[in-house]
């Protein structure tokens, strides 16, 4: 009977922990390979429902609910996003700033996080969040999307905290591509020295790049300093300084084709500057893989169906110590997102699914794929 992708992947996570790869991350987090008595709570120290609530109490008003209620449901990754909400809320509010709104972007739709109006100008931020100790390190960063700043929040310890603010021209002159043979709008940063050490002179360039002297003339200067400590704060008291996920897609890419290549012999794991990630008796494999969110959806992203003829997704339900696989072919695909509202980008669709998109629970072999492939 042939071994299962279920089982090869538990084992090759256990592996590659036994091998010294992230040993105490698998220590804390994927204790006795995902005990059940471990909770939402007890794996991202407080749930991001509970922190949304805290920074809701924190705000004056009934009229603010509405404009938060979306941001209850999401994964505590996007706390940077909660951050620039609290903050520039209560700045605004504070400074008695009447004609103001900030909302928060549909993520199905929508290349950013945060839209901001003070008195009939309008500014797109995008934000992103590191908690990388040695250097940040910001992925994904498109600039043909619509957004006018990115904020970016690096978190290197328990009770350090960085802050920088660049205008998309500034992010590019110091945003490197995620992958130097492929030709996409896809970038990262990775630089310390865009960080001001003294929170003063961020307060500073965000006044400035926002055009907020005037509406902040009757703020004190220790005024401002204090809400960006507040704000801060609720980071380091609410995040926990934890990996969420210690396995990445590349690794899964990998095991797919070491569990193939352990019954078939047409098989090659390609390059990452190829366009799909395994070659299967001639056909293009593309591999994606997630891990459920808080909010119960797995999201896969840079699916393009013109360069693969099948896409192989794999979700990890790490409480229910469970895995998810569906299988699709081209056409198949390119049918699916039809139906579901095609969110095409230049770097491909992104989509978010729950477990019922799966057809494979738990158990999906070598049999089943083979005969998937064959057949379709």
Not at 82 to 89: G, H, I, M, Q, R
Not at 259 to 285: F, S
Request: overall charge negative.
């Amino acid at each position: 009977m042939n071994e299962n992708f279920e089982d090869f992947f538990f084992e090759k996570m256990k592996e590659k922990c036994e091998d010294g790869e992230d040993v105490q991350e698998y220590n804390n987090v994927h204790e006795d390979e995902f005990a059940e008595e471990r909770s939402d709570e007890s794996y991202y120290g407080r749930n991001a429902g509970e922190i949304a609530e805290e920074l809701e109490e924190s705000l004056d008003g009934e009229d603010t609910k509405w404009k938060r209620k979306n941001l209850k449901s999401k994964y505590i990754g996007d706390l940077g996003e909660l951050f620039a909400y609290d903050y520039l809320y209560n700045l605004f509010e504070k400074s008695n700033i009447r004609n103001f709104k900030i909302a928060h972007h549909n993520k199905d739709r929508d290349d950013y996080d945060l839209d901001t109006y003070v008195n009939n100008r309008k500014y797109v931020i995008e934000v992103k969040f590191s908690t990388s100790e040695t250097e940040p390190f910001f992925h994904h960063v498109h600039f043909n999307n619509d957004f006018d700043f990115l904020l970016l929040i690096w978190y290197p310890s328990d009770d350090e905290l960085y802050f920088a603010v660049l205008s998309k021209v500034e992010a590019k002159g110091v945003a490197t591509p995620e992958n130097t043979n492929r030709k996409e709008d896809d970038y990262k940063i990775q630089r310390t020295d865009i960080f001001y050490e003294d929170n003063q002179n961020f307060l500073n360039d965000l006044t400035e790049k926002l055009k907020l002297e005037e509406e902040l003339e009757d703020l004190t200067e220790k005024e401002k300093l204090d809400l960006l400590e507040e704000a801060k704060d609720q980071i380091i008291k609410n995040h926990p300084k934890a990996e969420s996920n210690i396995f990445n897609g590349q690794d899964y890419q990998r095991w797919v084709y070491e569990y193939l290549h352990n019954y078939a012999n047409d098989v090659k794991l390609m390059e990452n500057r190829d366009e799909y990630d395994i070659d299967y008796k001639g056909k293009a494999i593309e591999v994606k893989y997630s891990s459920l969110n808080y909010n119960g959806w797995f999201g896969f992203s840079h699916i393009k169906p013109e360069l693969f003829d099948f896409v192989l997704f794999i979700g990890l339900d790490e409480d229910g110590k469970k895995f998810y696989f569906e299988i699709k072919n081209r056409d198949e695909m390119i049918k699916w997102l039809e139906e579901h509202g095609n969110n095409y980008q230049e770097n491909g669709n992104e989509i978010h699914v729950g477990k019922s998109f799966f057809k494979f629970v738990k158990y999906l072999d070598f049999e089943d794929f083979a005969n998937y492939i064959e057949t379709h």
